[in-house]
């Protein structure tokens, strides 16, 4: 029997990617040779066409970073570092968009031949735009690095793209929050929620329809093309993590067992624990996650009592609630609502 269509060692990003590393370690002084030291990474990679870097390889590279500089926080720095260009054709074809709405699109639907790490998912939730970012294997603690440098990406190319629009939005974090963002917070314009049930870029929908700086339609649709192109090569990772996950969330209130979840998925509930464990991750590390976030939420975006909070969680009772939450963040619900 199949169990995933991707070996675990298939899911890459693009070795492009390497390169803000690169340039954000030469400014400290650290050669190309130091930071690949150990990593397995073969050099001159990023200049081949096509090249990618495995998740496995990547996380290496990450952390011998953070252990050179001892910042943590590397990946705010390397988002600014990381040129248009460096998004390859789905840059250019993104830039060059008549909307900010059309280059989320195009995004969403083409980001598989920079990473199939993670899945971009787009949607508007009331006056929100929403941009999400979907593991499509377990990250670990190659999370906030990644995260925080692709948000902060994002958020360099639109200030390119859309330069007199003042900055609007807050941004939610799946993982904990890390020691060092104390140091950073003052530094980042728009709220910043950690524990949350997803990661995600929040603006104003009515931005959507901004019309961008570089827009050009022509240029557009020939960068589209060759990013058609470059997709029909890359090979699909199964997108078990964000199904499970739908399922969970479409029964809040009602958590669902791993049997009940295997059985709408049409497996068995031990092909299903052991496909999660190939991507890193259990049913009950999802379920606690996605608790823990919906939590957090309401208490930070809501005025839902605790015994409401805990209802919708499906536990019998607040005591119970405060119990799982404290051992999730530290905090009991009232001190985290503050």
Not at 91 to 113: C, H, N, P, Q, W
Request: proline content about 5%.
């Amino acid at each position: 029997m199949t169990i995933l269509k991707m070996n675990p060692e298939e899911y890459a990003v693009s070795a492009e990617y390497l390169i803000p590393f690169m340039e954000v370690m030469k400014k400290r002084g650290f050669s190309e040779e130091q930071l690949l030291d150990g990593t397995g990474v073969r050099r001159g990679c990023w200049r081949e066409a096509k090249s990618r870097v495995s998740a496995t390889l990547l996380r290496r590279v990450a952390r011998r970073a953070v252990m050179l500089t001892n910042e943590p926080w590397l990946g705010w720095e390397l988002g600014a570092a990381t040129p248009l260009s460096s998004h390859g054709f789905l840059g250019y074809a993104a830039m060059s968009s008549e909307t900010l709405g059309d280059a989320i699109e195009l995004a969403v639907k083409f980001f598989r031949i920079r990473s199939t790490l993670i899945q971009l998912e787009s949607f508007v939730e009331g006056d929100w735009a929403v941009l999400q970012v979907n593991e499509m294997l377990s990250l670990g603690d190659l999370a906030p690095l990644l995260t925080e440098s692709l948000f902060s990406s994002f958020h360099f190319m639109g200030l390119q793209m859309l330069p007199e629009v003042e900055l609007f939005g807050e941004l939610r974090f799946s993982y904990p929050e890390p020691d060092y963002f104390q140091r950073l917070r003052p530094l980042i314009p728009v709220p910043v929620y950690f524990d949350c049930a997803y990661s995600q870029m929040r603006f104003p929908a009515e931005r959507l329809q901004y019309r961008l700086r570089f827009a050009d339609p022509r240029l557009s649709r020939l960068a589209e093309v060759q990013c058609e192109q470059e997709l029909a090569h890359i090979k699909a990772p199964p997108p078990l993590l964000g199904r499970v996950r739908r399922i969970i969330l479409a029964r809040s209130g009602r958590f669902p067992g791993v049997e009940e979840v295997a059985s709408e998925l049409h497996m068995s509930s031990r092909t299903l624990k052991r496909k999660l464990q190939q991507l890193g991750t259990s049913y009950q590390t999802l379920l606690d996650d996605l608790r823990k976030g919906l939590a957090v939420e309401y208490l930070s975006q809501s005025r839902r009592s605790v015994d409401d909070i805990a209802a919708a969680l499906g536990y019998s009772d607040a005591s119970n609630f405060a119990r799982a939450f404290r051992r999730w963040t530290g905090k009991s619900p009232s001190d985290y609502r503050g």
